[in-house]
């Protein structure tokens, strides 16, 4: 079993930025492709960006293409998301999420472990 443990969520004004961070334990080496997904309020989990093993393909909901960018350091078992030009819209629980090994390569999902959530508030 893997864990991930998110943080880096906080309060910030719209327009500013926010680097959110993943620390992946346990089996992290059984993992295969990694994602940020959100929920809003009253809404439904999306995967927002997602990041294939080889870190060569990459996926971005359409709602946040060119302004999140999502990374991993393989060595520090760590995944990161940079969000910049932040809306009030993008208000949500963000969470991090991986695929199991020898599972569908869909990066869109579904995806088998998850984090527990960071809570990321944009201010208008």
């Known amino acids: 079993q893997a864990q991930l443990v998110e943080s880096g969520g906080g309060v910030v004004q719209a327009g500013g930025s926010l680097r959110l961070s993943c620390t992946i334990s346990?089996?992290?080496?059984?993992?295969?492709?990694v994602a940020w997904a959100r929920q809003a309020p009253g809404g439904e989990r999306e995967i927002v960006a997602a990041l294939s093993r080889s870190g060569i393909n990459t996926y971005y909901a359409d709602s946040v293409k060119g302004r999140f960018t999502i990374s991993r350091d393989v060595a520090k078992n760590t995944l990161h998301l940079q969000m910049n030009s932040l809306k009030p819209d993008d208000t949500a629980l963000y969470y991090c999420?991986?695929?199991?090994?020898?599972?569908?390569?869909?990066?869109?999902?579904?995806?088998?472990?998850w984090g527990q959530g960071t809570q990321v508030t944009v201010s208008s």
């Open positions: 346990g089996s992290a080496d059984r993992i295969s492709a």
């Open positions: 999420a991986a695929k199991r090994l020898f599972t569908n390569s869909d990066l869109r999902g579904p995806y088998y472990y």
